[in-house]
Structures are given as structure tokens and as C-alpha cells.
């Protein structure tokens, strides 16, 4: 390959899946610095992202109340029409007891961002090259008094805490923002954020959230076009719903309408998904589900109904209130989660339903997250198998089920529609 020309060899490399990159570390001392240097990585990711042809991996947590931690099962996403075979996924966080669960959180360029159970522990990972990083965790000391500095405020005590990973572009870093949110005899009175930074490895105090907004709904914050967005309830009008927004770089936060008004936030379910790069509103009404998708970021007056279905319209005994992972790569149909137990395609024009076949599925499984495939991470630390008598130690001896399995064997369904 010495007689090629660089600039081609680096846009052949380009085109290729991370896998086949990973193997091709050990051609050559060239093509292990080409692929390793930065500006490669960039190149593939923004290739992938604009052509829609990166690999995609749909992450399966598998569901284990009786006996954490959690497994993980990964799918590949090859066509419009089929999921390929579940496949038991090594991840990063070795729990040091069966007592310790492990919780995905949401996907930005590849990476995930992975945690146990009480936040303790956590790590960037990038499953389609099994890289990832370790997150130090501080102790998070509250201050003894919020930004308006009431005596009410000053007696306040944690309540709640939600994440939000994302990309700074401007910086060329990945950060992840962590809110407290502090109580004072039932009522939220002030907040604490911190932000950490992948590039300095570390974490920093930024502002509060502005005093009067709370009651972020769910646990995570949805990352679109550099910023963090949560939807969040005026303190003093619990019907005003608004989309809050933290922007990566400039670490600023800024606000704007949902295209629903007057909703009675205790009769109905709201919540934000990304897709295809655009920050989409989820409303669950009785009987009615509603996707609007904002298609310029920031722009109230660019929201659009992007699909609505009625209860009635649902062909099988399903979950009302599925959850939308990602659009198809002609653009024409949604892949939907029915309460993380049936995958199908909803085709927008002829509003239409098909379910998704795929093997070896977990019997029970939950949080489901789409990943790109990318080179994030490479200089990472590599994902250790687990030994297998560790593992066997943490399989339930009073189990009576397929005892004439491995301890590797999952109890697993096959889907065929």
C-alpha cells in the first residue's frame, strides 16, 4: 500500500467501520498514527454523521432485580429492516459486589456515559471499540446558603440530582453537568452545578440555574447543538412548562416555549428525545402520543408535529408510551421502543407499524441506548473481561433455571414478526 498517495489511504480508512480500524492498528507504525492522530478521528466522525452511514449499536441493559449488577447485550443496526443478533457486551464498571447495579445514560459521538447505581462510580465508554475512561467522582459539598441567600434557603437540604453529557465543539471537549437541586420543607429553593471536562479530567462550580426554575422531569438532561436541554415548570406557575437550556461552551443558560400550552402537567407526561439532531417534545396525553420535533435548534417557531398516534391506532398489545430511538437512514420511518420489551418501525408517511426481528434478546432488559460508531476514546483504557470464576461466583446458587448451562448463558427469546 506504499505506493498510494496518503490523502487517499487517509479517505479510504475513512469510509471504514471502527471494528475493522481496530484491526487495522497493526498494518503498519503509519496507518497506527494515522488512525490514533485527532484529526482522522474528527474526519471519520464528521463523515459518519454527515453521510448517516456510521454503524449503529442499540445497547440493552439487561433487567435483574434478584441479582445486580445488570448485564448488557449489544444489537447491530444494519438496514431499514433488521436488528442483528443480541451479544453479551462487556462494560467498564466492575462491581465489587452483587449488590451494585450498573445504569446507562444517554450517547453523544459514540461514547456513553455509564454509572452504578449511586453515582459513585461512573465512566465515558465507547462500546464499539470497547475504550473507556473513568470519571473521578469528588465529594460534592453543598454550600450553606443559595444565590438569593434567604434565611428559608439557607435551611435547605439535597433532593434531587439529574446528569447531562454532551460536546463542546467550541473547546473540542466532552462534558459532563451534574444538578443538585436543594429543598426547603417540601419546596425546591436552590440548585448546584458542576461541570467536568474530559479534556482537563476534572470538575468545576458554575453557575446555579436560575432560582425559580424546577422540577426537571427525569433524571437526564438531552443533549442538541452544543447545549444541555430539560424541561422545567415555573416555581410559581406549576402549568408553564418550559425548555431550559446550558450551553457547553459558553456555560450560559437560556429558554424557550414548548409548542403545547395549557397542559395539566399531573394529567399528562412530557419529555425530550434527540433525533436525527433535532431536540424533539414527547407529550402522553389519555389516549393520544405526540412527537414535535424542533428542526432549528433554538427556534420556537420552527416546531413541527412530526407524528401522532392514537391508542387506538396501535396494532398489537403494546405500551402506549413508547420511546423513539432513532429515524431510519432514508429518513421515512421512526424505530420505536415499546416500554424497552418490542422494537418496530413507524413509517411517517403511511403511518403504518413493523415490528423488528432480531435474536437472543435478554428476557427482561430496559434503558435502551443508541450508540454511532465512532473512534472516540481510542487512546482510552481497554474494556477487561470479567474472570470467569468471578463470574460464577455471582450467579445465584438458588436458581434451578438451565442448570446445564455455562455461567456466560443468558436466559434469551428470539423475536420472529
Not at 89 to 117: A, F, M, R
Not at 343 to 348: E, G, H, P, S, T
Amino acid at each position: 500500500m506504499s505506493f498510494l498517495p496518503p490523502e487517499l489511504i487517509f479517505d479510504i480508512l475513512s469510509r471504514l467501520p471502527p471494528k475493522d480500524l481496530m484491526r487495522f492498528l497493526c498494518v503498519s507504525k503509519s496507518w497506527y498514527a494515522l488512525i490514533h492522530d485527532q484529526i482522522f478521528i474528527k474526519a471519520h466522525l464528521q463523515r459518519s454523521i454527515e453521510t448517516n452511514s456510521a454503524p449503529l449499536t442499540i445497547l440493552l441493559r439487561k433487567f435483574s432485580p434478584e441479582c445486580p449488577p445488570s448485564h448488557f447485550f449489544s444489537l447491530s443496526f444494519s438496514d431499514n429492516e433488521t436488528i442483528g443478533t443480541a451479544v453479551k457486551t462487556e462494560q467498564p464498571l466492575k462491581c465489587p459486589d452483587k449488590y451494585t447495579d450498573i445504569l446507562l445514560g444517554y450517547s453523544v459521538h459514540g461514547l456513553v456515559w455509564i454509572h452504578n447505581d449511586d453515582e459513585s462510580d461512573m465512566a465515558l465508554w465507547n462500546p464499539s471499540i470497547q475504550k473507556f475512561k473513568k470519571i473521578h467522582v469528588p465529594n460534592f459539598k453543598p454550600d450553606a446558603s443559595s444565590s438569593s441567600g434567604s434565611e428559608m434557603e439557607q435551611r435547605r437540604e439535597p433532593r434531587d440530582t439529574c446528569y447531562g453529557f454532551g460536546y463542546d465543539s467550541v473547546h473540542d471537549d466532552y462534558k459532563l453537568v451534574r444538578i443538585v437541586k436543594f429543598a426547603n420543607e417540601g419546596r425546591i429553593v436552590g440548585s448546584q452545578v458542576h461541570i467536568y471536562s474530559l479534556k482537563s479530567n476534572s470538575w468545576k462550580r458554575i453557575q446555579d440555574m436560575p432560582w425559580n426554575f424546577f422540577g426537571i422531569h427525569h433524571d437526564y438532561l438531552m443533549f442538541c447543538d452544543g447545549a444541555l436541554s430539560c424541561l422545567v415548570y415555573d416555581s410559581f406557575c406549576t402549568n408553564e412548562v418550559i425548555i431550559l437550556t446550558l450551553g457547553l461552551a459558553s456555560e450560559k443558560y437560556c429558554q424557550f416555549p414548548i409548542p403545547v400550552h395549557h397542559l395539566n402537567i399531573n394529567e399528562s407526561r412530557l419529555s425530550l428525545e434527540v433525533l436525527g439532531g433535532c431536540l424533539c417534545l414527547v407529550t402522553f396525553l389519555e389516549t393520544q402520543h405526540d412527537v414535535w420535533i424542533m428542526k432549528e435548534y433554538g427556534d420556537a417557531e420552527s416546531w413541527t408535529l412530526l407524528y401522532s398516534i392514537e391508542g387506538g391506532d396501535l396494532p398489537w398489545l403494546i405500551d402506549f408510551m413508547c420511546e423513539s430511538l432513532v429515524f431510519s437512514r432514508n429518513g421515512e420511518m421512526v424505530l420505536l421502543s415499546d416500554n424497552n420489551t418490542t422494537f418496530f418501525w413507524y413509517d411517517l408517511k403511511e403511518k403504518s407499524f413493523k415490528r423488528v426481528k432480531f435474536h437472543g434478546r435478554p428476557y427482561l432488559y430496559e434503558m435502551t441506548v443508541v450508540c454511532w460508531g465512532s473512534l472516540c476514546l481510542l487512546d482510552g483504557d481497554p474494556v477487561i473481561a470479567e474472570p470467569e470464576t468471578e463470574r460464577q461466583q455471582k450467579v445465584p446458587t438458588t436458581s434451578t433455571k438451565r442448570k446445564s448451562s455455562s455461567s456466560e448463558d443468558e436466559e434469551t427469546y428470539d423475536d420472529w414478526y
